[in-house]
């Protein structure tokens, strides 16, 4: 089973023109990957993967695999229907992936029972690790601890992205050592590191990846009052880039950068003038801190 140690970046799908924009979704990834990320995250929720067809799916997920190995680079699979999710994930799994990024069947709010079934039947059809994605607010369920902990020991259940927002969960599930806990929430990323998660999937680590990986390594190298540091350096970015939904925030800035147009698809609204203020003066603060 790989590890999915590091940060990894929930990629951002720019658009130009109502159409994906792939000359610049090529120099996001190169940028990123010159300042040390793990991997990609591809049409997961920064990825407005739900305004995407499937075909758009695709031809993201084939871009990136053209730049990128594929030990670096994992899928996003979300669905309520399951016997369509299934047959989208085995067309996935023609190609080549580090793994897929599986968060609980949204809207229809399944019972815990209903959920450990979901997933045992997604992970016992998958051919590449399932990195399970708990994220309540999101999918309208909460999967409970004890639930939790009976999922992740099916073997093909590698790590999970964890924005449940207990840390009681959190904790459990990195002494149980079943999967690798990846920090969801960013502000969480420090802590989590501290308590044995082993990185992050992370939409704000868009803007200076440089400083996430250093946080990273300075944890693993038990310099904490470096690493703490480095993550005060980079809260108030962290702040900001959900001060409107996702991924609108990190959009703006990349924009701001001259990475990306500005641009989301609708019902997703661009950020507004304050908060691209906002997000002008936490960039150039960010700037100014030293990358060695």
Not at 48 to 68: H, N, P, T
Not at 165 to 170: A, L, M, N, R, V
Not at 194 to 201: E, N, R, W
Request: glycine content about 8%; charged content about 20%; overall charge negative.
């Amino acid at each position: 089973m790989p590890s999915f140690r590091g940060i990894w970046v929930a990629l951002v799908t720019p658009f130009r023109g109502g159409e994906i924009d792939f000359a610049a979704l090529r120099g996001l990834v190169s940028k990123l990957r010159e300042e040390g990320v793990a991997g990609f995250v591809v049409c997961g929720t920064t990825g407005e993967a739900a305004a995407l067809s499937e075909a758009e799916q695709f031809a993201v997920l084939d871009a990136v695999l053209d730049w990128v190995p594929p030990a670096q680079v994992i899928m996003g699979l979300a669905g309520n229907n399951l016997r369509e999710l299934l047959a989208f994930q085995q067309v996935l799994q023609r190609r080549p992936l580090a793994g897929l990024l599986v968060p609980a069947p949204y809207y229809i709010r399944p019972s815990q029972q209903g959920l450990e079934a979901f997933f045992q039947a997604v992970a016992d059809a998958a051919s590449v690790p399932v990195v399970l994605y708990d994220i309540p607010y999101r999918t309208g369920v909460r999967i409970e601890r004890e639930t939790l902990r009976r999922i992740v020991r099916h073997p093909r259940i590698a790590a999970i992205k964890d924005c449940g927002g207990d840390p009681e969960t959190s904790m459990a599930l990195i002494a149980d050592g079943q999967v690798e806990v990846l920090a969801g929430e960013d502000v969480h990323i420090f802590s989590s590191l501290c308590l044995g998660g082993v990185g992050a999937i992370s939409a704000s680590a868009h803007v200076r990846a440089d400083l996430y990986v250093r946080l990273v390594r300075e944890v693993e190298a038990g310099d904490l009052g470096a690493a703490r540091t480095t993550f005060y350096h980079l809260l108030p970015w962290m702040q900001a880039a959900f001060a409107e939904p996702n991924p609108a925030a990190v959009k703006a800035a990349l924009a701001l950068q001259g990475l990306i147009d500005d641009e989301l698809r609708e019902p997703f609204q661009p950020c507004t003038a304050a908060t691209v203020q906002r997000l002008g003066e936490v960039l150039r603060h960010l700037q100014t801190v030293s990358d060695h």
